[in-house]
């Protein structure tokens, strides 16, 4: 794998360097990753992102410059970012292939919502932290969607996807606290 990294360097004198990252940490965050991930291929999956991020992106010249203990610090919060997404990843994946049945969670939030008045959702969001207040407001309020939040917050759409459907469940969990329910 090491020789694969090396020709994706576009500068050959960051080679060595790359090299010696390899040789140093690959074991090292290679254990970060699996105690993360359980399983052997989604941790190699993870360590391999993080040299790519590495190789790819702007840490190789941040890296070169740092001392020896900063370097092992800046790499465990690469593979830990990795793994994160390789594990989110999964389980994204896991819940698509059984969020096919009609009644998902999805269905039963929105129907929720739809049943209350707008005086209860607003008050009830205003319980809410501030970052589940705006993405709510985004959503619910101004019908914004997956892809104008993302434009908006500057994320993915697939995180504005799970940040709305986080920030719903915890609405409806405040409704609840309060006695609110669509059964009113």
Do not use: W
Not at 112 to 135: G, H, P, Q, R
């Amino acid at each position: 794998m090491l020789s694969f990294y090396l020709t994706l360097v576009d500068a050959p004198e960051d080679r060595p360097f790359v090299e010696k990252l390899y040789t140093d940490y690959e074991r090292m965050l290679y254990g970060i990753a699996f105690r993360i991930l359980k399983q052997r291929y989604d941790a190699e999956d993870a360590v391999h992102d993080a040299f790519m991020s590495v190789i790819k992106g702007k840490a190789l010249e941040k890296l070169k410059s740092m001392p020896d203990t900063e370097r092992k610090s800046y790499l465990t919060v690469i593979v830990k970012h990795s793994a994160y997404k390789v594990f989110n990843k999964r389980k994204k994946d896991i819940e698509n292939s059984t969020s096919n049945c009609p009644n998902s969670t999805n269905t039963t939030e929105e129907e929720v919502l739809a049943s209350l008045s707008i005086d209860e959702i607003k008050e009830t969001m205003n319980m809410l932290s501030e970052i589940d207040y705006d993405i709510l407001c985004l959503y619910l309020i101004n019908r914004q969607t997956y892809e104008e939040i993302a434009s908006t917050l500057d994320i993915k759409p697939d995180t504005a996807r799970q940040r709305v459907h986080r920030a719903k469940k915890r609405l409806i969990d405040k409704l609840q606290e309060r006695g609110i329910s669509n059964e009113q």
